[in-house]
């Protein structure tokens, strides 16, 4: 059985379809297994792009409990859901079956129940280290490769490191050395958490590290 791609969005909550989101367009950008131009009726690149800010923007906004907020919230996920749907056709159509292709592309897999029930998620990247960057604002995260990983996926957050809502995508990288941070505010204590990407989907996150940007 050819693996597939997991469209299901609608089961994640705001939190998670932020991060899904923002993973498939950040791997999907310059990954040369999906060169652009993508072929109607998948968007743009910088199509996607947009939609994803502009639900993030209105997501900010209906914090405030609005209403009328919280219905362009409502329509801008519906907006962009539909777009992540129209590009996963073409993008199973060029991976032609290659699970490691597909994994690349930030969406979660569909597995088969029988030679699948057993796998068992990635284990946290080992030697996780977090350094101030070459500039200001920067940072540099360091883990050893995870067998298993196509890419490893990097969160942030201000707050309290053990409330999952306060963790934000920062980025995702194909290799897993010398992944850098930046435009991050200055004089602030930062959380850094990083984990692995594979086939079978996400895997376990490193403990977080505390380091204050200058």
Same mark, same amino acid.
């Given at each position: ?132 960057? /070459?500039?200001?604002? @920067? #940072?540099? +995260? *360091? !883990?050893?490769?995870?067998?298993? %990983? $196509? ?33 991050? /505010?200055?004089?602030? @204590? #930062?959380? +850094? *958490? !990083?984990?692995?990407?594979?086939? %079978? $989907? ?13």
């Amino acid at each position: 059985m050819q693996p597939k791609l997991i469209l299901n969005f609608e089961r994640l909550s705001e939190a998670d379809f932020q991060t899904k989101a923002g993973l498939i367009i950040a791997v999907l950008t310059g990954n040369p297994r999906f060169p652009e131009p993508w072929p109607t009726p998948a968007p743009a690149q910088a199509t996607l792009t947009a939609a994803n800010d502009s639900y993030r923007n209105a997501y900010h906004a209906s914090r405030t409990q609005d209403i009328v907020q919280i219905g362009l919230r409502n329509e801008r996920r519906l907006a962009l859901t539909a777009m992540l749907r129209q590009l996963a056709p073409y993008l199973e159509f060029v991976a032609h079956g290659d699970a490691a292709a597909l994994a690349s592309t930030g969406y979660d897999l569909r597995r088969d129940p029988v030679r699948t029930s057993s796998v068992e998620p990635l284990l946290a990247p080992e030697g996780f280290k977090v350094q101030h960057g /070459p500039h200001r604002g @920067s #940072l540099t +995260v *360091r !883990v050893n490769r995870v067998a298993g %990983a $196509g890419s490893y996926e990097v969160q942030i957050t201000l707050g309290d490191p053990t409330q999952d809502a306060g963790w934000q995508h920062a980025l995702t990288a194909l290799s897993s050395t010398r992944i850098i941070l930046s435009d991050l /505010p200055l004089m602030q @204590s #930062l959380w +850094v *958490r !990083v984990r692995g990407i594979g086939i %079978a $989907g996400a895997g376990l996150w490193t403990a977080p590290v505390n380091i204050v940007v200058v």
